[in-house]
């Protein structure tokens, strides 16, 4: 377990501080990377709550909304570093995913209904701040123009930084998987998956695990949150989004419930070919990867309900059993 | 003012209600959770927009032609992806669901871009004056056409021998199947008829509000929310919270800000998960 824990994230990283190579530098693209990387981190962390808790959470675009407004109005309002602020962003979305989530999963919310109240969040953050003029309204807020400055996080055209906060969040997250995955809270949140009424008769406080997960992973969105609102430059209500969250569930389902490595995976791959789309056909197709992703998403769960993730087990099996058969021999 | 608020809520309340039935019945009677339900409203009222534009026709008779082509619409979703789905766990039913939502969400995006539309005109577009009270056409026509499709389904569902069937199937699967009910075609009848009752909201919610790719998130939210309150078994109970909803949603448009309906409804909805997670009129 720990040579995992050590092993997959140094492989990431390393794979990942390639890519601004390939893409030989260029800001646009890099631009592009540090997004996909961000929603990816957003399905990593949402394969704590939906992979190993089993809870179909659709709030993605509230605790990331979170993060993009706690770290932006900080850096308007008050000129606090978002060196400070990324990460209160982070603790105010698990304190609003506690506030929340405490009385969800005290009265027992479930299935549908905690995946339609999570939804319901993400509506009802967007219209709270549109009407709440004083922090939100119409009219976009742009953070302040200081310049080059690493004290501000903010380098003016230059993507390159804020690809590798990503890139080091994603990797972080994913480390955080392994951890979860192979420690006590792991083994809990999966038997809460498989059935919640056993795991609770075997003495497990599945409300307080169920808790433990929601506020790690809103935590990491709200992160998230922090960094795309540096890249973005204003805050606005409207990014409160909806699809965010749609998207995440969509990419960790695909990826395989539980699978560490699957969703990550799929969601690198399937974002880049989206954005390609968007670029190819978005004039006149607006649509047509959230299309791409519907019609993924429905054959996967519909004839191959262990996502992309179980595949991947498969393959790394038959790999590793071919090897140590080839080292008896 | 606060009666004249009420009024606007009673009529509201039962075309939301009417939006909700075709959810409930699904929801009840099939077992399936579809989170696309909103998403056939806005298609409904698409549906009704182009009939109005290109036919001429009120919005209000658009139902005339929407309703069997909606009603086809449910066989064919109920043929081709609900039935892979109804013994599948929720994970899958959301998932699939979800998957539904964005697709029509995005076909509708494609075909008639993100600007919201509305019909150009109707015959409704004039008010009773009642003392004080003003009371809309549209929303009196809407309301009117709401009940009584509510009593022909509590009719239907009470003294024909098909929805004496699709109340047992809501009861007890298995029992009914053992029966003798053929459950396969009473799924794709209660699919059909749930969505088909879809277009009938749709072309009455066209005659006062507009439509864009995302009134069926809105809508689904608020569909799903009378059903909570409703609970399941009898269609009195979905007419009743969706009056409550509709209530809700005209003080606080008329007290607070048009803006902040949903976030009254959805907070109203979520409370009612916590506390009454059984919803206010049902039985089980």
Request: charged residues 10%; glycine residues 10%; contains cysteine.
């Amino acid at each position: 377990m720990d040579r995992r824990l050590v092993l997959a994230p140094l492989i990431s990283l390393g794979v990942l501080s390639l890519v601004p190579l390939l893409l030989g530098f260029n800001n646009y693209y890099l631009l592009l990377a540090s997004l996909i990387l961000l929603y990816t981190t957003m399905v990593s962390a949402w394969n704590i709550i939906g992979g190993f808790a089993g809870q179909v959470d659709l709030a993605a675009g509230a605790y990331h909304g979170i993060g993009i407004f706690v770290t932006g109005l900080l850096f308007i309002f008050y000129r606090v570093t978002p060196l400070v602020g990324i990460f209160l962003g982070g603790g105010v979305a698990a304190l609003l995913a506690l506030a929340i989530g405490y009385p969800t999963f005290r009265f027992g919310l479930r299935e549908v209904w905690y995946a339609l109240s999570s939804l319901a969040l993400v509506v009802i953050l967007y219209k709270l701040f549109l009407i709440w003029e004083n922090v939100g309204g119409t009219i976009e807020r742009y953070l302040p123009k200081v310049g080059f400055s690493w004290f501000y996080l903010t380098f003016p055209g230059n993507y390159l930084y804020y690809y590798f906060m990503s890139a080091l969040l994603l990797v972080a997250t994913i480390a955080i998987n392994i951890r979860v995955r192979y420690s006590k809270l792991g083994y809990y949140l999966l038997a809460i998956r498989e059935n919640e009424e056993a795991a609770e008769m075997l003495g497990i406080d599945v409300r307080r695990y169920k808790l433990y997960a929601l506020m790690i992973y809103s935590f990491i969105v709200g992160l998230t949150g922090g960094i795309f609102v540096l890249m973005l430059g204003y805050v606005h209500p409207v990014l409160f989004d909806s699809w965010i969250s749609i998207q995440t569930a969509i990419l960790g389902i695909v990826g395989g419930l539980g699978s560490i490595a699957g969703g990550p995976i799929i969601a690198v791959v399937l974002l880049a070919v989206a954005e390609y789309l968007r670029v190819k056909f978005g004039g006149y197709i607006p649509g047509l990867h959230q299309i791409l992703f519907a019609i993924i998403l429905m054959v996967i769960v519909l004839f191959k309900p262990g996502g992309i993730g179980e595949w991947l087990d498969t393959l790394w099996r038959r790999l590793t059993v071919g090897r140590r058969v080839e080292e008896v021999a | 003012m606060i009666i004249q608020n009420i009024v606007f809520g009673i009529l509201l309340g039962s075309i939301y209600a009417l939006a909700a039935i075709g959810l409930s019945l699904i929801f009840g009677v099939v077992n399936l959770t579809n989170f696309a339900h909103g998403d056939f409203i806005m298609l409904a009222m698409y549906v009704a927009y182009l009939l109005g534009v290109s036919l001429k026709l009120d919005p209000i008779l658009t139902p005339i032609i929407s309703f069997p082509l909606f009603f086809l619409l449910g066989m064919a979703v109920y043929l081709v992806i609900f039935h892979k789905i109804i013994r599948a766990p929720p994970l899958s039913q959301i998932a699939v669901t979800v998957g539904l939502l964005v697709l029509l969400r995005n076909f509708a995006l494609a075909v008639w871009h993100a600007e919201p539309k509305s019909i150009p005109r109707t015959i409704l577009g004039y008010s009773y004056h009642l003392g004080p009270l003003l009371i809309p056409a549209d929303r009196l026509t809407g309301m009117l056409i709401s009940i009584a499709t509510f009593i022909a389904l509590h009719l239907f569902l009470t003294k024909t021998r098909i929805g004496i069937a699709m109340r047992a199937l809501a009861d007890d699967l298995d029992s009914a199947a053992l029966m003798g009910v053929n459950v396969r075609n009473l799924n794709m009848l209660t699919c059909a008829l749930g969505i088909g009752i879809v277009a009938l909201a749709g072309g009455i919610l066209m005659t006062f509000q507009p439509v864009n790719p995302m009134t069926g998130l809105i809508y689904g939210l608020l569909t799903w929310s009378v059903v909570a309150m409703a609970g399941l078994g009898g269609v009195s109970g979905v007419l009743l919270s969706g009056i409550i909803f509709g209530i809700a949603d005209a003080f606080t448009a008329a007290f607070w800000d048009p803006r902040a309906r949903e976030i009254t409804i959805y907070i109203l909805f979520i409370l009612l998960l916590w506390f009454r997670p059984k919803g206010l009129f049902g039985r089980r």
